[in-house]
Every structure is written in C-alpha cells, then in structure tokens.
C-alpha cells in the first residue's frame, strides 16, 4: 500500500509495542514533545505480544492514528493461529516461553481489535527526498525472517532488490540497527517492549530526518526510557511469561534461541545511541 506522508519534518518508526501499555504510552508522548504527527509515525508492527496489556496497547495505537503494518503477531493472532509464527523448534526455550505469552495473547484479546488487525497493509511504500522507501516488519518475502545488523549484506541487498526501495524500515529481529548496503540504508528502528537485550531497560525508536549529507536523509536511532518497573509490575501479576517480566528490568532477554552469533556475544552491552548515526 502506498501513503504519502503530509508535511515535513522527522518521521518516526517504531517497532514491537508488544502489550506493553507504558512503553506504548511514552512513545506516543516522545512523539508529542517532539512535535511529530501521528501522520509522520510508522510502526513496524507486533503491537500484542509478550507483555501485560494486549487490548489497552492496541486500543492506544489505534487510537493515536499512526501507520501500521501487520507484524507476525498480528498475521497469527488475526487468523487465530495456534503460535506465534516464529517457527521455534519445540522444546527450545522461546518455544515454550512463547507457548506461555501467545496464549495469554490470544485469551485476552478482543475480536474488534483481531478484525482491525486483519485489515492492516503487510507493507507501506511512500517517497522521501527523492527515495523510495518499504516499510516491512521482517524480510520481504517472509514476515517472521529475522534480519539482524549481521545477516550478510548480500542477503539485504537481495531483500532490497526485492522490495524495489532505497532504504528499508524493517522490525521484528528486537535489535536496531543502522546500516548501508551499497548506496541503500537498511534501518531498523528496534522495538519498544522489550530491550535490546544490551543489559540496559530502555526501548528503542528512530527518526528520519532531512539533512544536506547523505543525499538528503539521516538515520537514527534511540533510546525510549519508560516505566519499565510499571511494565514488569503488570506482567508479573498476570501470571505468564515471567521470564521476560525478569528482561523488562534486566535489559537481557530470558533466550538467545533467535540470535546470530555476533548478536548473541553482545549480550549485555550497552548499545551506543551515536554509533548508528548516518551523516
Ligand atoms: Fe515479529
């Protein structure tokens, strides 16, 4: 589906609420005090997810009005499926942590918002200075394909290829991450329910803005602190996923089952905001 986005200044993408209500709420008053329309938001879907408050998360997005594409989450939730879509081998540890949160997902959540979720675009295509750009949530082809910073720059030229933009915002792998491929940007602006497994609470979010460097367009990314302690709170009394209650405060996700090996090394370490700075 293609939008035009009215206006000028930044755009803001984001990715993975997750049923998380407080860090859905900052992020939407992030937007607000950074004076960015709901029109010029983009989340990259997985709006209900592992956290405490599915039909309050979707019921705050909708009601905010920004873009939205239909994350795996929603694909499963949307067509009532039995898993979240990931394809974890049984027994691993996400298989059974997500055994645990997608049930209580698909328990709580309304049929209003399933409908309203099975209407959602799977990609957005809009220009920008010139640019074409795709919104996805995993790859192109696959929506629950994980693509870290990495996946092989060949596997993302490719995915570009495919998507026939140049640049992409992508989501779904938790990670952000800033990265050229060729004279193409691969920007995953991270997620905001649950850390970056760095060892720190935060969320991530990240902008587009017009600059004179790089053929008019930065990308960057950002910390998101929120209630994290409220968050955790919220998920501990509803009794599932406690493992990932334990990662809102910790920064580290309770499995590494999904990452590469150079993700996985960096556990715990502190993602520095500067370093995915684009000029
Ligand atoms: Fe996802």
Known sequence: MKITLPGSGPILCFGGPYSNLQASEAMRAEAQRLDIPPDRVICTGDIVAYCANPNETVDLIR????????GNCEEQLAQRAGDCGCGFGEGTACDLLSNSWYAFADQTLRDDLRAWMEELPATLTFDLAGRRARVIHGGVRENSRFIFASTPAAEKASELDEAAADFVI??????????????????????????????????????????????????????????????????????????????????????????????????????????????
């Open 170 to 279: 992508s989501g779904h792998c938790g990670i952000p991450f800033v990265q050229h491929v060729g004279k193409r940007i691969w920007f995953n602006p991270g997620v905001i329910g649950m850390p970056a497994n760095d060892g720190t609470a935060d969320g991530w979010y990240g902008l587009i803005e017009g600059t004179p460097d790089y053929g008019g367009l930065r990308f960057s990314v950002r910390r998101l602190g929120y209630d994290a302690i409220g968050a955790a709170a919220a998920l501990g009394l509803s009794g599932h996923a406690n493992g990932y209650a334990e990662a809102l405060l910790s920064g580290l996700w309770p499995s590494l089952d999904v990452l590469p090996a150079k993700e996985r090394a960096a556990t715990g370490q502190r993602i520095a905001a500067e370093a995915f700075l684009l000029a």
């Open 63 to 70: 009601a905010w009005g920004c873009h939205v594409i239909k």
